[in-house]
């Protein structure tokens, strides 16, 4: 009878496990895109960040410059995307809705965490 019962915790324990572990890496699905201007010539470009992870901070890719900042972020994904004016998601975010429209106000964007939309 111990052995049964050792043997259903193992298996308990092992389903639990493999539960978890596929929910720790979940996806926003849509993009997030932005705009920034490149240091070295002054042309306006745009970036996109296609499917990002969940509860994962992103730097928001400008360039070679590490004090270039994005501008007018739009996102397009199913998940809120905080975004920041400070490098590491630190700071104070403002919070874009999933599938909103592309944000003119915001600027000095340095980076972005997405979280699922309840």
């Known amino acids: 009878m111990r052995l049964r019962t050792v ?3 193992v298996a308990s324990a092992f389903a639990l496990t ?13 993009s997030f895109t932005y705009y920034f201007v ?13 499917e990002p992870y969940l509860n994962e ?3 928001i890719p400008v360039g070679s410059d590490p004090e270039a ?8 994904t199913d998940a809120y ?5 400070e490098s590491d998601c630190e700071g104070t975010p403002v919070t874009l809705e999933p599938s909103s429209d592309l944000r003119g106000d915001l ?3 340095k980076s972005v965490k997405f979280r699922a939309a309840s």
């Open 7 to 9: 043997l259903l915790a």
């Open 81 to 85: 995307a905080d975004v920041y004016t």
């Open 57 to 59: 901070c992103f730097k």
């Open 107 to 109: 600027s000095g964007l």
């Open 38 to 50: 490149i240091p070295e010539n002054g042309v306006q470009d745009n970036g996109v960040l296609e």
């Open 18 to 30: 493999l539960s978890v572990s596929t929910s720790a890496h979940a996806e926003a699905s849509g």
């Open 69 to 76: 900042t994005a501008y007018s972020p739009q996102n397009s």
